[in-house]
């Protein structure tokens, strides 16, 4: 004799639940380590000026990586793509703002002084 199941529960892949489960925590650990190495490049003073700032905007880089990878699931498959152009795309805009203020701001700064 078969069992019935609900129209409405939902079936559970254990194996899906399990890789899941794991990449978050991949994720997890990855952004911890990569947090925790900027707080030490900058609280312990390892590195000075534009090292430190290099260092720092690396780190940065590549925990939006992770992030991307481990908790938004993005990567290079085909079904992904579009996802991925989408949020370079907003990069990019959001590049052009923050350099084109940056720029602006700049030359007001440079015409103020006397």
Do not use: C, K
Request: hydrophobic fraction near 55%; proline fraction near 2%; charge should be neutral.
């Amino acid at each position: 004799m078969s069992r019935r199941i609900a129209a409405d529960t939902p079936t559970v892949d254990h194996a899906e639940e399990g890789r899941e489960r794991r990449s978050y925590v991949i994720g997890l650990v990855l952004a911890l380590v990569l947090t925790t190495g900027a707080f030490a490049v900058v609280g312990l003073n390892l590195l000075s000026g534009a090292a430190a700032l290099a260092a720092l905007g690396l780190l940065a880089l590549i925990q939006a990586v992770v992030h991307l990878r481990y908790f938004l699931h993005i990567d290079l498959e085909r079904s992904h793509r579009d996802d991925l152009l989408l949020i370079l795309f907003t990069v990019l805009i959001l590049i052009i703002m923050v350099s084109g203020t940056i720029w602006i701001l700049y030359d007001q700064h440079i015409r103020m002084m006397p």
